[in-house]
């Protein structure tokens, strides 16, 4: 599936469409004039040696950063002062923060330093530089000497990144919100913005966005009128918003040249355009590169878009790679986790649609089996969600190992019993039938013995806000027209107790309800968001125990 997909790209690249490029920085027949080649990655997710295809005992890995850094060397030799390595964020998540002494501060500090050693010049923030926290990004921040973070729309002034609290990184700058850099004789005014939903979907801690009614429009405007009062010839925003908010941008926001995204994971073999503005992303993981070749206008501000172009290119392994990068990331698999097989799978394992698949389903399924026989509770139901499983794979089956467990279920989500009233269960619900304020995905609930229909038409659940933060249900949802607890319609005033996880149940992915319920360990213990069930599993470890007993790949109902 996954080479079917890379064939089509390659396909896609060689067609006659308006914007495929020829050879970077060549010849295009015009009259002489400024260019500058941005090569573009987003979504790396510190997945250094590219998507992992094949089997556990005969592995295949397409892409890889080191490619990445070897074609920009390539192409910077040719074209001196004319090329640009930029990035859009999500940079430390993945295989590459699982040390085996468990440092996470370490791991993310080394892993930005091999973006730097690969040759990366300007790159934003991702949501999953803050899994574990600002004071990790931190830490990562000031192992950088070259490679420049901007954002944007984040208060930094007074939060634990305040950049004027520290000598890191060029000229003492731990963060920036924009930059002018000149490429190819272009004055080119970055700035970057993160995506509004790390407030909730990632420990965001004491940091807060600005302009928090409008959190991406309102700076970017700000941005985009102090980078002309600053001499930029052209304005590129690199984004982790996801492509919808990306053209939302650029018909909101006028003067941005080009929009460099991330955050949806989406290859774009044509760019996107809106207005003047074009909109560019590279899918994910180092499996494409993105060559974004800018060119100016003679005599006018704004980017010549007849002789400007974007091509996204497969990073296969006929393209060389970087031997010095090679090195680095080869250090660095020394300190990981080693890799063992745990167990046998006996059905494929498609992850690449999270609550569209059987998988989901079947990791609910030992959530909800492990949460019952271990805490020895009556336990109705689990509830997790698609955003916490990742990899978007298709594994064959074959031998199963912790490595390809812990790349579905990263994050270290510990499990939680809450007991809800039938109508809190209800609110709990009407939050998976949205996704909160910008109510664009429907029902991202993963669910086991759980089932409830959505009508999309009628008015989603809307939350008051705080710093940021959903505190209150301000107006409740009217989108769940049914709800079943084991096949049973839910009975007004009866309790139901949900296996879960501590992410959720302290309001992660505006699941706010459930924060409202009685929540409690698996060991009986009381549950706080401050010391939420250590003693309890992980997800990932409940998942390894239902593949070591078979349990996992159990024939699913209809």
């Known amino acids: 599936m996954k080479l079917l997909l890379l064939l089509v790209g390659l396909l896609a690249c060689a067609c006659g469409a308006p914007n495929t490029v020829r050879a970077p920085l060549g010849d295009d027949g015009g009259p002489p004039a400024k260019r500058c080649l941005l090569l573009t990655t987003n979504d790396g997710e510190a997945h250094f040696d590219g998507p992992r295809l094949g089997t556990a005992d005969k592995p295949l890995y397409v892409g890889s950063i ?5 074609e920009r ?3 910077a030799g040719l074209h001196p002062g004319s090329v640009l390595l930029v990035n859009s964020g999500d940079d430390l998540q993945g295989r590459y923060m699982e040390r085996e002494d468990g440092e996470r501060a370490k791991a993310a500090k080394e892993a930005w ?11 934003t923030l991702g949501n999953h530089e803050f899994d574990a926290g600002p004071k990790v990004v931190r830490a990562a921040l000031e192992g950088l000497t070259r490679y420049r973070i901007l954002v944007a729309n984040v208060e930094l002034a007074g939060s634990p990144l305040d950049p004027t609290t520290t000598t890191a990184g060029p000229g003492g700058k731990l963060l920036e919100e924009r930059k002018i850099v000149t490429c190819g004789g272009i004055r080119i005014g970055f700035f970057g913005l993160l995506t509004p939903s790390t407030r909730t979907i990632s420990d965001f801690g004491g940091m807060r966005f600005r302009s928090p009614d409008d959190p991406v429009h309102a700076p970017a405007r700000e941005q985009v009128a102090a980078l002309k009062a600053e001499g930029a010839e052209l304005i590129v925003a690199l984004t982790h918003l996801g492509v919808d908010d990306d053209l939302k941008l650029a018909g909101a926001v006028d003067g941005i040249d080009a ?37 100016a206008k003679r005599g006018a501000p704004g980017l010549d878009h007849a002789r400007s172009s974007w091509t996204l290119r497969p990073l296969t392994e006929a393209l060389p790679a970087d031997a010095e990068v090679v090195a680095a990331v080869d250090d660095l698999r020394k300190n990981l986790i080693p890799e063992r097989v745990i167990g046998v799978r006996k059905v494929a394992w498609d992850v690449t649609g999270g609550d569209k698949t059987e998988y989901g389903r079947r990791a609910a399924r030992a959530t909800h089996q492990y949460a ?6 009556a336990v109705d139901a689990a509830l997790l969600n698609s955003g916490g499983l990742r990899s978007n794979t298709v594994y064959p089956p074959g031998p199963v190992t912790n490595v390809e467990v812990h790349a579905i279920h990263p994050f270290k989500n510990h499990l939680v019993l809450v007991t809800l009233t039938s109508e809190q269960l209800r609110d709990v619900m009407e939050q998976a039938c949205s996704s909160g304020r ?6 991202r609930a993963v ?26 249900i301000a107006e409740r949802g009217q989108r769940v027209v049914e709800l079943k607890v084991g096949g049973k319609d839910v009975v007004p005033g009866q309790r ?10 302290r309001g992660g992915s505006s699941y706010l309800p459930l924060r409202q319920g009685e929540r409690i360990c698996l060991d009986g213990k009381g549950y706080t968001d401050e010391h939420s069930c250590p003693g309890s599993p992980l997800l990932s470890e409940v998942i390894e125990s239902a593949v070591k007993d078979g349990s996992l790949d159990a024939p699913l109902p209809n």
């Open 66 to 70: 080191s490619r990445v850094a070897a």
């Open 73 to 75: 060397k390539r192409l």
């Open 113 to 123: 330093q091999v973006y730097e050693k690969a040759g990366y010049d300007l790159g």
């Open 259 to 295: 929009i460099v995204g991330g955050h949806s994971h989406t290859p774009l073999f044509w760019w996107k355009k809106v207005g003047p503005t074009v909109i560019v992303q590279a899918g994910a993981r180092f499996s494409h590169l993105g060559y974004l070749e800018m060119v």
């Open 372 to 377: 019952a026989r271990v805490s020895g509770k």
């Open 438 to 443: 910008n109510d664009k995905h429907g029902s």
């Open 447 to 472: 669910q086991w013995n759980l089932q409830f229909k959505c009508d999309p038409d009628k008015p989603a659940v809307a939350y008051r806000y705080e710093e940021n933060r959903p505190v209150a």
């Open 496 to 505: 139901y107790t949900l296996a879960t996880l501590d992410y959720l149940a």
